[in-house]
């Protein structure tokens, strides 16, 4: 070989081995097949997750620790049961104790005695006699008890009183109200053919809780001069759940306004 032709083989062999290495240089560019990485890639660490406990990590307002570091409350999981509350009774007012009717609420003979002088009044034995005006001018309906007490002089005067006690004062009132009602009609008796009546009276006393005066006079018509007039006075008294009538009968005008009022007085005296 010739030296011209060793250079050419030469640079010939040079050439190749300068492709071979450019070859290898450009295989480490190629994708290995399959999943794994390449070569010279570096791979990250892979995080592990905190291990889930279930329990929040923000403390709730409504139960966090005290100022000493403990709770201040463990939840049961339960509501907390409402406290029961107990009303308190209404006191029931106590019946009002019922009024029982006695002797001594009656006008004595010495009291009419002292309120009447000198007309020798005494009490007797036995129910009053029915008055002028009938049964009806002595008490209402339903009463729950009665009592009553004779009154004479011996000679030509003669009286009574009657107590009558009801379920309540409104029914007391009503029975008041009859009473009165019976008194100025007075029609159970009527007078003789030779007598007219008529009414003198009729007013209020304070007395009780309320108390009317009512009297009848008798007289002889003209048609009969010789005839004796009478006098028939009442006094109804109202107090609480009792009435109290006082009536009287006389030959003449009868007892004067002034001590009838004064036995009224005395009568009603007896019932406060």
């Not at 002088?117 to 129910?127: F, L, N």
Request: aromatic share 4%; charged share 15%; hydrophobic share 35%.
């Amino acid at each position: 070989m010739t030296a011209r032709g060793w250079k050419h083989a030469h640079l010939a062999a040079a050439g190749m081995a300068t492709l071979g290495l450019l070859l290898v240089a450009c295989g480490n560019d190629t994708k290995p097949s399959g999943n794994a990485a390449p070569a010279g890639t570096p791979t990250a660490a892979a995080t592990t997750p905190a291990p889930t406990t279930g329990v929040p990590t923000t403390p709730s307002t409504s139960s966090g620790p005290s100022a000493s570091g403990k709770p201040s409350a463990t939840p049961s999981g339960k509501p907390t049961p409402t406290p029961s509350i107990t009303p308190t009774p209404t006191p029931t007012p106590a019946p009002g104790k019922p009024v029982k009717l006695t002797t001594a609420m009656l006008l004595t003979g010495a009291e009419l005695a002292k309120a009447d002088p000198k007309r020798g009044w005494v009490s007797t034995t036995g129910s009053a006699s029915t008055p002028i005006c009938g049964r009806g001018s002595t008490r209402g309906a339903n009463p729950l008890g009665s009592l009553s007490r004779n009154f004479t002089t011996d000679l030509d005067a003669s009286g009574g009183q009657w107590l009558t006690r009801y379920s309540d004062a409104k029914a007391a009132r009503a029975a008041y109200d009859k009473i009165i009602k019976t008194v100025k009609s007075c029609k159970s008796a009527v007078p003789a053919p030779t007598h007219a009546r008529k009414l003198t009276e009729d007013r209020t006393l304070a007395v009780g809780d309320t108390t009317r005066i009512l009297r009848w006079y008798d007289y002889p018509l003209p048609n009969d001069p010789g005839s004796e007039d009478g006098g028939f006075p009442y006094a109804i008294t109202l107090k609480g759940k009792i009435v109290s009538v006082l009536a009287f009968r006389e030959m003449g005008p009868g007892i004067k306004p002034p001590t009838f009022d004064r036995i009224t007085r005395a009568a009603a005296a007896h019932l406060t």
